[in-house]
């Protein structure tokens, strides 16, 4: 048995490896979804959220986030001074998109900076603005959003002394629709975001398991370089710091703090103990947050014990209580109040900080509370949600274990998306320990 063990998680790690692409592989599908979002999805989001142009102003290693977004795979930065313009005109059926710089960013965005007939840059851009005479002209300028706040102070500073009284008071904030193109996922990108939670769990599964974790030998903090050395050695990279946190049957009480953050980094593992990992990865410009439970098996052992399986039971309900609460137009603070009412019925103790996921790992859209702002968080938790969204399912519920004379708690995060047909796991959920052990 314990051989087919070792060849099942052999099987899995070159499995994992086997999924990755080649870097030119990883940039052709990078810019063949990027031109599918910018020629379909941009123009259709400008649309719905009444916006005809949209400016976007950055400059080299302080780029704006959501510019980052839209460069192609061989851009790692911007360059210089880039300044993105797109303009939509259903009516006349006219969709730009125009880079105020002085190369064409990519093949989908072309260069519009004649340097011989403007040599300012910024005269460049007000020739544009004054030949589309948009509406609105939309600035990545956002009070909620730090995603969609890209525009530093001296290039609105800049911008706004070139333009005329008339433009200066077109400005809008392009909140709605910066997020809107960050949260947004296409059918291409679904096709393949369940790979990418597949790598992550078959990462997760080797670091608990034998191959990694010698009850007694092995620390918490062993483990969590494990994992982030595997995300290296996979050529893959990660959005932050995995971490490791030990529940067990002495009289430490639960800190969330603690939790995340590595505390206790040279805790060794010991067989009995309850294991949590918060990891995620970055691949294809998507990112995963996953947070798994592993058991260590005591001497004669073979399972984990029934009443942590309850517990876990537990707060596998509670993901069920908040995902059947996901409705469209429904806001995020809405959403965490009717979880946890709900929760309080069923009596579970809960804990709800669910946040969005896809270009960033904490991601924009609407926030489903914080771990210390349960009654609520003003500004992005007032912001509604969309169908073709994914969201990071992240909470606790506590149980009393008498056993152990103490409460812990089952944290779970799993990655999920919601449109139409409402809200589904990309790739499954843990619902079942990790084992830790035995044969």
């Known amino acids: 048995m314990k051989q087919l063990l070792l060849i099942g998680l052999l099987s899995c790690i070159l499995f994992a490896k086997s999924q990755i692409l080649p870097l030119r592989e990883q940039a052709k599908v990078i810019d063949e979804v990027l031109a599918d979002r910018l020629n379909h999805l941009l123009p259709s989001l400008m649309e719905s959220n009444g916006i005809d142009m949209w400016v976007m102003i950055t400059r080299e290693y302080n780029e704006d986030p959501v510019v980052k977004t839209m460069l192609p795979a061989t851009w790692l930065n911007a360059r210089r001074r880039t300044i993105?313009?797109?303009?939509?005109?259903?009516?006349?059926?006219?969709?730009?998109?125009?880079?105020?710089?002085?190369?064409?960013?990519?093949?989908?965005?072309?260069?519009?900076?004649?340097?011989?007939?403007?040599?300012?840059?910024?005269?460049?851009?007000?020739?544009?603005?004054?030949?589309?005479?948009?509406?609105?002209?939309?600035?990545?300028?956002?009070?909620?959003?730090?995603?969609?706040?890209g525009l530093d102070h001296s290039e609105y500073a800049q911008l706004t002394s070139k333009l005329s009284e008339t433009n200066r008071e077109k400005i809008v904030s392009s909140e709605p629709l910066a997020v809107a193109w960050l949260e947004t996922r296409t059918a291409r990108e679904m096709q393949?975001?369940?790979?990418?939670?597949?790598?992550?769990?078959?990462?997760?599964?080797?670091?608990?398991?034998?191959?990694?974790?010698?009850?007694?030998?092995?620390?918490?903090?062993?483990?969590?370089?494990?994992?982030?050395?595997?995300?290296?050695?996979?050529?893959?990279?990660?959005?932050?710091?995995?971490?490791?946190?030990?529940?067990?049957?002495?009289s430490t009480t639960f800190d969330h703090l603690k939790a995340f953050t590595n505390a206790d980094a040279e805790n060794i593992i010991q067989q009995g103990d309850l294991l949590h990992v918060d990891f995620g990865i970055t691949y294809l410009r998507l990112n995963t947050d996953i947070q798994e439970h592993a058991y260590v098996l005591k001497p004669n052992e073979i399972d984990a014990p029934a009443y942590l399986k309850t517990a876990f039971a537990k707060a596998n309900a509670l993901q069920d209580i908040l995902t059947n609460q996901f409705k469209l137009g429904k806001t995020g603070n809405q959403i965490l109040a009717d979880a946890l009412a709900e929760a309080k019925k069923q009596n579970i103790v809960a804990s709800i900080y669910t946040h969005p996921i896809g270009y960033h790992g904490h991601a924009a859209g609407p926030t489903i509370g914080l771990w210390d702002q349960q009654n609520g968080v003003p500004g992005s938790g007032d912001f509604p949600m969309h169908y073709n969204t994914c969201y990071s399912i992240e909470l606790n519920a506590a149980t009393d274990i008498p056993e152990w004379h103490k409460t812990i708690r089952i944290m779970l995060e799993q990655d999920g998306y919601y449109d139409q047909h409402g809200f589904r796991y990309i790739n499954g959920r843990q619902t079942q320990f990790h084992i830790i052990g035995g044969k």
């Open 84 to 149: 993105l313009v797109f303009y939509n005109n259903p009516k006349q059926q006219i969709f730009k998109k125009l880079a105020v710089a002085r190369y064409a960013v990519g093949t989908e965005i072309e260069a519009a900076w004649d340097m011989k007939k403007y040599p300012d840059q910024w005269d460049a851009l007000t020739a544009i603005i004054n030949e589309y005479n948009p509406s609105k002209i939309a600035l990545n300028i956002s009070d909620n959003f730090a995603h969609a706040d």
């Open 192 to 250: 393949f975001y369940p790979q990418l939670i597949s790598i992550s769990k078959q990462i997760i599964a080797e670091g608990f398991s034998n191959k990694v974790v010698t009850p007694g030998i092995t620390t918490s903090e062993d483990l969590v370089w494990w994992f982030r050395q595997k995300i290296n050695d996979l050529g893959l990279t990660t959005w932050f710091h995995p971490s490791v946190e030990i529940q067990r049957n002495d």
